[in-house]
């Protein structure tokens, strides 16, 4: 199974920062890796897609690189509204796995 | 406007069963591959099935395996998991999605329920 290693697993900032979350896969998954946020009682959400490419309605602060084993999720300029759970996830191979979660808290 | 509305979660006894269901409205049902996560209060998330859109394949985690029977009616849009010999390790909010995947491009999971909660105690 490929593993997914979040880093951090938690994060205090404030609004306005400009934040970066890691995913690392444990072996290649080309570019088939997707963003989520979650928040409290809600189902996830789909941010990211194919590693970097937005997903429809989701604000341009939000953004994502990487390919192989190594990823990044970026929120340029934190909005309240940002302050909640981020999952990544591989589905370049069976079973599909998720990464153990960024959770982002306000300073 | 895509709705996808998980119901059947309840309380049941380790060595029970429960049909999950999962209606689907606003998008072509029988078009697009489902799948179901979970997710224990308060952990991570963890997929547990997939099918393709026809209903031909089937994919399980192996903590399901054996135990845990996905199928869908596209007549009727929807999605069912069928949980037998229920355990501890089983409670959890589960979740259906639409499993959005082109062979050799973008795959992910855009669409989601609002989940139902399984609990497996005495």
């Known amino acids: 199974d490929i593993q997914l290693t979040q880093s951090p697993s938690f994060l205090s900032a404030s609004v306005g920062d400009r934040v970066t979350i890691t995913c690392r896969a444990s072996?290649?998954?080309?570019?088939?890796l997707a963003w989520y946020q979650q928040k409290p009682g809600k189902a996830p959400k789909l941010l990211i897609y194919?590693?970097?490419t937005l997903q429809s309605g989701i604000p341009s602060r939000f953004s994502g690189s990487g390919s192989g084993t190594q990823f990044t999720l970026t929120i340029s300029s934190l909005q309240p509204e940002d302050f909640a759970t981020y999952y990544c996830?591989?589905?370049?191979?069976?079973?599909?796995?998720f990464g153990q979660g960024t959770r982002l808290e306000i300073k | 406007e895509v709705q996808l509305l998980a119901s059947g979660g309840g309380l049941v006894q380790p060595g029970g069963s429960l049909r999950l269901s999962c209606a689907a409205s606003?998008?072509?049902?029988?078009?697009?591959?489902m799948s179901w996560v979970r997710q224990v209060p308060g952990k991570g998330l963890e997929w547990v099935s997939t099918?393709?859109?026809?209903?031909?394949?089937?994919y399980y985690a192996d903590s399901v395996k054996g135990r845990f029977t996905i199928s869908r009616d596209n007549p009727k849009n929807t999605l069912y998991l069928q949980m037998n010999n229920l355990r501890a390790e089983d409670t959890a909010i589960y979740y259906c999605?639409?499993?959005?995947?082109?062979?050799?491009?973008?795959?992910?999971?855009?669409?989601w329920g609002q989940g139902t909660l399984v609990t497996a105690s005495s």
């Open positions: 996830q591989q589905l370049h191979s069976d079973p599909i796995t």
């Open positions: 194919a590693a970097s």
């Open positions: 072996q290649g998954i080309s570019s088939y």
């Open positions: 606003g998008f072509t049902f029988s078009n697009s591959p």
């Open positions: 999605a639409r499993y959005y995947y082109v062979s050799g491009s973008s795959r992910y999971f855009d669409y």
């Open positions: 099918i393709t859109d026809s209903g031909a394949s089937t």
